[in-house]
């Protein structure tokens, strides 16, 4: 019994040494060599500052910037650290008013076109970077108006940071909304 005692702790201290502390410290140690900007988030630098990051929606609130979907990450949204969805069925009284609400107000900035669906509705993490090419189309007219610029220079930007499908076929079309925004800004910069 003793010895069976000894074994198991002795393996339990093993496994978790190699486990919890060599593979872990030699799979960060590889991806720095391989990979040391996805290894560190993919962060966004501007001006020796860092904006953000490729991976992770956040809010933009002036109607001079393309803004990303909604997110239920958070009492604000966009927190990391709470990520995940609302979790309300589509019958939710309180997804139904925030939705209602969000579709009443696209409709005013934007009456004759048709709400991409992913400008009303939160991503399963809530921190999606990305919105539909159809989204940044139907913003572009707020953002040429609010900045003064005609909707074809806005449609050039959108044009050149929409990313197609992962190798051809996984996923679908997109544009990085902190990427748009910052390049927005050093093109064409708010009044």
């Known amino acids: 019994m003793k010895k069976n005692l000894l074994t198991a702790i002795w393996m339990t201290l093993v496994t978790t040494l190699l486990l919890g502390i ?46 990303s979907r909604p997110s239920a990450a958070g009492p604000a949204g966009y927190d990391p650290l709470q990520s995940g969805g609302s ?10 008013d925030r939705v209602s609400a969000d579709v009443a107000k696209l409709r005013a900035e934007n009456p004759s076109a048709p709400i991409p669906i992913d400008l009303v ?20 007219p707020r953002v040429a108006r609010e900045r003064g610029l005609s909707e074809v220079a806005i449609r050039a930007l ?22 748009l925004n910052l390049d927005l800004d050093a093109h064409y910069p708010m009044h």
């Open 158 to 179: 959108v044009k050149k940071h929409t990313q197609g499908r992962e190798l051809g076929f996984l996923g679908e079309p997109r544009v990085n909304v902190l990427e």
């Open 87 to 96: 979790n309300y069925a589509a019958t939710n009284k309180a997804l139904i």
């Open 22 to 67: 060599v593979y872990p410290l030699v799979v960060t140690g590889i991806a720095q060599i391989l990979f040391p900007r996805q290894a560190n988030g993919d962060l966004i630098h501007n001006n020796g500052k860092i904006v953000g990051s490729e991976l992770l929606g956040q809010p933009f609130s002036s109607s001079g910037y393309f803004v």
């Open 121 to 140: 509705t939160a991503s399963a993490s809530g921190l999606d970077p990305d919105i539909s090419p159809a989204s940044a189309a139907f913003q572009v």
